[in-house]
């Protein structure tokens, strides 16, 4: 199989997940499984995909939804470029079957699946799907996604809802234990703040300026990105000595299932793992859309509030991040209501649904 998608961990992880459950399943079959990720040079992929030990190879691409004449051209460059390499990986390999999980990387990779005749199963992980999945939905064998809220967008005769697929960690976890390897009280409130693989900014200046007042309601754990961990540490050490110990601040989290279980309030951007992780940690959580060339969070956002599992704060509103926060570390009803909410929402299955659908449409090929 032929895994391809990355640039951020909500398209890095569900592959990963299913890696793991395609392991499973044709061990289980008596079958054995070669994999091969495709992805783009200088991103989190790079880093993540082999320290699971999967072969990992590069293409070029690059987003076409830009601002600049010039830099649409040469990603349109960086797009027929890929295609040849991807060509070029795929005849060799030869796949039985391609999975893709969005983004810019998986379009070379989907276009030449589809021209080597390779089964090709998509997965949408969003609620909306960008340009890429929309182009890469016509070349689909199999489309899949998240939730039935995404169906209006895709072609409904090949589309199944899965659920997101998430790390087996997630089911688990244990919260006694993740708050002891934190240093973290059992029976203290915790706050879980995280900007996702990439961090976010905004998000962490909002946490920094609130810091004192959040401190004295709960203990705070700042996954802040790795770009923004100095100056929050700097900002840290500054919190009052009897807050200090209470403010955990990360660059990164690889155990992020546990810190999640952890967590009595999550708060972070609205990507496309917050559709998965968070309902699977069964946290409440404060969701933070944001905005990038013309793509928003804003649907994802929209979806978990709408279930009332999340509050959403936008972008323009940070200024009462804090506020929000305090109010519902003392609503304990709300923060319960919120939990079953998001719990609900939680598929077990996903990861093991992909994979069978990928096992299924490699056979068919074959037959």
């Known amino acids: ?27 289980a079959r008596g079958e054995t499984l070669e994999l091969l990720y495709i992805g783009i040079r200088g991103r989190v992929d790079e880093v993540i995909v082999p320290q699971e030990g999967i072969p990992f190879r590069t293409v070029s691409a690059g987003p076409l939804r830009v601002g600049s004449p010039v830099s649409f051209v040469m990603n349109v460059a960086r797009l027929k470029i890929g295609t040849l390499q991807s060509l070029w990986t795929l005849w ?7 999975f893709a999980t969005g983004g810019y990387t998986s379009v070379p990779v989907g276009i030449a699946s589809r021209a080597l005749r390779r089964p090709l199963v998509v997965f949408l992980p969003d609620v909306r799907p960008g340009w890429a999945v929309r182009l890469l939905s016509r070349l689909a064998t199999v489309m899949t996604t998240t939730s039935d809220a995404a169906l209006a967008s895709l072609p409904e005769k090949k589309t199944k809802i899965t659920g997101y697929p998430v790390r087996p960690e997630f089911w688990s976890a244990r919260r006694d234990a993740a708050r002891a390897s934190l240093g973290i009280p059992a029976d203290a409130k915790v706050v879980l703040v995280t900007g996702a693989s990439l961090g976010a900014r905004k998000i962490n200046e909002a946490v920094v300026e609130a810091a004192p007042r959040l401190l004295r309601a709960a203990w705070l754990v700042h996954v802040t990105g790795r770009n923004d961990e100095t100056w929050v540490r700097e900002r840290r050490d500054a919190v009052p000595e009897d807050l200090r110990e209470r403010y955990v601040v990360r660059g990164y989290i690889s155990n992020m ?59 323009a509103e940070l200024s009462r991040l804090g506020d929000l926060i305090v109010e519902l570390l003392a609503d304990e009803e709300r923060r319960a209501r919120m939990g079953v909410a998001m719990r609900a929402l939680a598929r077990p299955d996903a990861a093991r649904d992909l994979a069978r659908t990928l096992i299924d449409v490699s056979k068919k090929k074959a037959a």
């Open 1 to 27: 199989m032929v895994l391809a998608g990355g640039g951020t961990g909500g398209h890095v992880y569900p592959n990963l997940s299913v890696a793991r459950a395609l392991g499973e399943e044709l061990t």
């Open 92 to 98: 060799r390999f030869k796949p039985d079957a391609v």
């Open 257 to 315: 299932a546990e810190t999640m279980v952890a967590a009595d309030l999550i708060v972070g951007r609205a990507g496309a793992s917050v559709l998965g992780e968070f309902p699977a940690a069964g946290a409440p959580a404060i969701v933070v859309p944001g905005e990038y060339d013309g793509w928003s969070q804003e649907p994802n956002a929209a979806f978990l509030e709408e279930r009332g599992a999340a509050a959403t704060v936008r972008n």
